[in-house]
């Protein structure tokens, strides 16, 4: 019966009435301190009616009933009517905004706007447009294509190709405004641990990733399943060389085997002293 109870998961749905980005940020990060816990993560955006919380709230009482474990709920909603009908679950709520409004409220000495959507909006269009700027300029200067754009580039990202180049530019560029670019080192750089010549100009905007070869080969062979691409050896010879070129050149590098997409992102900048462009 005890293992059966291990292998049962706690439901945490997080509910916002916009986007649901900020509370889906918190509950991520609430969560991940307790990894030894099995908790499926819902997220629920829109949820801005009376029609839609009682949608919701049959969804956690399942939840509730096929498990046997009481839910948890962490919601960024605004409307005070719709909180409450939130609190009728069985679930356990954890109300973000509620938690920080009312210090807040006491400080300022004014109530909060209690606007829907104001942390997502496009509030200010000189930074929504760097924004999209900086996602067109690193999809432009993916894989190195267009490396005759580098001299106006924040970061150059370098590494072996499934690193996790794209993803993290992409990221850069969408959260913090970064013209974020890449090169692939391929085989034919590999002659010697030098830079390649197209990449020495810039050596001061690089930034290396790295893999562990076993993950990479993992990857690659969802791509090119058995081919030499994906070969331990090749995998191992490919991350063996370019961490020696990145030593011997002086670029910093971060190994991104454990790491997502956003903690790259962000020890990257902290590691390059790279300032994000917008906030």
């Known amino acids: ?19 649901g980005l900020t509370v889906e940020g918190i509950g991520h990060s609430l969560l991940a301190q307790f990894r030894d816990q099995h908790v499926e993560q819902v997220t629920l ?39 409450k009908q939130l609190h009728q679950s069985s679930a356990l709520m954890l109300d973000v905004f509620e938690s920080y409004l009312a210090p807040l ?7 909060p706007a209690r606007t829907v959507g104001v942390s997502h909006g496009i509030a200010d269009d000189r930074r929504y447009s760097e924004r999209i700027d900086a996602v067109h300029y690193a999809m432009d200067n ?21 690193s996790g180049k794209t993803p993290t530019c992409l990221y850069l560029a969408l959260q913090f405004g970064l013209r974020a670019a890449n090169y692939p080192i391929t085989e034919e750089d590999m002659d ?42 090749q995998c191992e010879f490919e991350v063996r060389q370019v961490e020696q070129m990145l030593r011997r050149a002086q670029v910093p590098y971060l190994d991104a085997t454990e790491l997502s997409v956003e903690e790259l992102a962000t020890r990257l900048m902290s590691q390059a002293g790279i300032e994000r462009r917008i906030g």
């Open 142 to 162: 993916d894989d190195g294509r267009r490396t005759r754009e580098f001299e106006t580039a924040d970061v150059i990202l370098v590494g072996v190709s499934r």
């Open 45 to 83: 955006p829109y949820v801005d009616s009376a029609e839609k919380v009682n949608q919701v709230l049959q969804r956690i009482e399942r939840a509730a009933t096929e498990t046997g474990l009481q839910p948890i709920i962490i919601t960024s909603i605004v409307s005070d009517q719709i909180r």
């Open 192 to 233: 010697t641990t030098a830079l390649p010549k197209i990449l020495r100009p810039y050596r001061n905007k690089l930034f290396g990733l790295t893999i562990d070869p076993r993950r990479l080969m993992s990857i690659r062979q969802e791509r090119r399943a058995n081919s030499r691409y994906a070969s331990p050896e």
């Open 105 to 111: 409220a006491n400080l300022f000495g004014t109530d």
């Open 1 to 19: 019966m005890h293992a059966e109870q291990q292998q049962r998961k706690r439901t945490a749905f997080f509910i916002s009435d916009g986007t």
